[in-house]
């Protein structure tokens, strides 16, 4: 609601002093993680907010209870009620779309399909001209 524009917002989500341990993975910042993740699901599911975009959280140190997700696409995915979604990586101009998600490297060959494939590109192809005005793809 006091979010300024044009300018980075942030917002402090918890009453409790917290100094972060730089390079270090504590459970302390993973349930912190997760207490901002649900805000801004929060915000997304009323309208505060258009878009959220996301950075890399600790895997391991946000497993909770209440986060039983090997990333937070799959939890975004099921706070959304969605069974087919597709994790952007983004960086510039560049857009990636990934067909397995989080799975182990040698895991990908096998998890691959022409179904899979085909289902992520068309995805991919919505998202790149709704959300980002692409308005003709490169394959």
Not at 20 to 35: V, Y
Not at 106 to 117: F, G
Request: net charge negative.
């Amino acid at each position: 609601d006091e979010a300024k524009p044009r300018k980075v917002n942030c917002l402090n989500l918890w009453e409790e002093g917290f100094e972060p341990e730089f390079g270090q993975a504590t459970k302390k910042s993973g349930e912190l993680a997760l207490k901002s993740l649900q805000a801004a699901v929060s915000d997304l599911a009323s309208n505060k907010i258009d878009v959220l975009v996301t950075s890399p959280i600790n895997k391991d140190t946000i497993q909770s209870d209440e986060f039983d997700f090997p990333g937070h696409t799959e939890y975004l995915a099921s706070m959304s009620n969605v069974e087919d979604y597709l994790m952007f990586l983004v960086a510039d101009e560049l857009r990636v779309g990934v067909v397995t998600g989080h799975i182990a490297l040698k895991d990908v060959a096998s998890n691959l399909t022409s179904d899979k494939i085909v289902s992520k590109l068309k995805l991919m192809t919505d998202s790149l001209s709704k959300d980002f005005g692409v308005s003709i793809p490169k394959r």
